[in-house]
């Protein structure tokens, strides 16, 4: 009996005493199990390794969010020619959609001598004056005030007619039953569908019949040795050349829309002749 409690006694050590015996005295602090933390070598592998992993992750993952703002950019414009055709069909109506695409460059249309507005410097003093250039140019630059009169410099003349730089693409209808898009930002998009006035500002309509024809001119059809007529739009991210282009082809004859992969050069005359929009399989239409 009495061996039996030495041996009991001696089995039921106390937790702390038992894992102080396998961790060590320096993993314990003064009070046994309250440990002291890490050390700095060891916070300082730490912090590198994550260091180096979101280094090499973030790249990555940044793609990969640009990659679903584009998708995003064109199921949200699909869907909305969907619906609109859809409307037209049903109410027996003709219905419209407006594509508002967003510029940072200047479009040059017509050849007309006109004034440019701008920042004057003066060289010698730095002082900077807004004013109006008069002179002879290429027409007027998408997104910039003109005023055929001419100003002195430092008098800031804006024209009435002037058209703002749109900022952001938009999608607008006659028809949309669920409401206007919410488009992604940061998201570029190009079309070959030409605008009905020849100003790109005012937007690009797309027709829809009663039957759920779509209406549209594609420009550089007629010079092109390509045999496809369908309007395409392509959604792309400018600053990530490596990134997938997507694309929406529309046809004109019955209206039916895909979405494909986009291969080419984005300016209009060039989606036309040479773009290349290769549909993805059907179920991931």
């Given at each position: 009996?009495?061996?039996w ?74 869907t ?87 900022t ?69 991210i ?11 082809a529309?046809?004109s ?33």
């Amino acid at each position: 009996m009495a061996f039996w409690k030495r041996k009991n006694r001696r089995s039921i050590k106390p937790l702390r005493q038992r894992l102080g015996q396998r961790l060590g005295p320096q993993r314990l602090g003064p009070q046994g199990l309250r440990p002291l933390g890490f050390t700095l070598i060891e916070t300082l592998v730490i912090i590198l390794v994550v260091g180096v992993l979101s280094a090499i992750t973030a790249p990555s993952v940044m793609s990969m969010m640009d990659g679903v703002k584009v998708d995003r950019t064109i199921v949200e414009v699909r869907t909305a020619l969907q619906s609109t055709q859809r409307q037209a069909i049903r109410g027996t109506q003709v219905c419209t959609v407006t594509l508002q695409l967003a510029s940072t460059s200047g479009n040059n249309s017509g050849s007309s001598s006109g004034s440019q507005s701008g920042l004057n410097i003066d060289a010698n003093t730095g002082i900077v004056d807004v004013g109006v250039n008069s002179g002879k140019g290429n027409g007027n630059a998408y997104g910039h005030s003109k005023n055929n009169d001419t100003s002195t410099p430092g008098s800031n003349t804006t024209s009435p007619s002037a058209t703002p730089a749109i900022t952001k693409n938009t999608v607008t209808g006659t028809c949309l039953a669920s409401g206007e898009p919410d488009l992604p930002e940061k998201v570029a998009m190009a079309t070959n569908i030409a605008s009905t006035s020849g100003n790109p500002a005012d937007g690009i309509d797309i027709r829809y019949g009663v039957l759920g024809g779509a209406e549209f001119t594609v420009q550089g059809l007629a010079t092109s040795t390509s045999r496809d007529a369908s309007g395409k739009i392509v959604a792309f991210i400018q600053e990530r050349n490596n990134l997938k282009k997507k694309c929406i082809a529309i046809s004109s004859t019955l209206g039916l829309t895909r979405v494909g992969n986009y291969v080419g050069d984005t300016d209009p005359e060039s989606i036309t002749k040479t773009g290349v929009c290769t549909a993805l399989e059907w179920n991931k239409q």
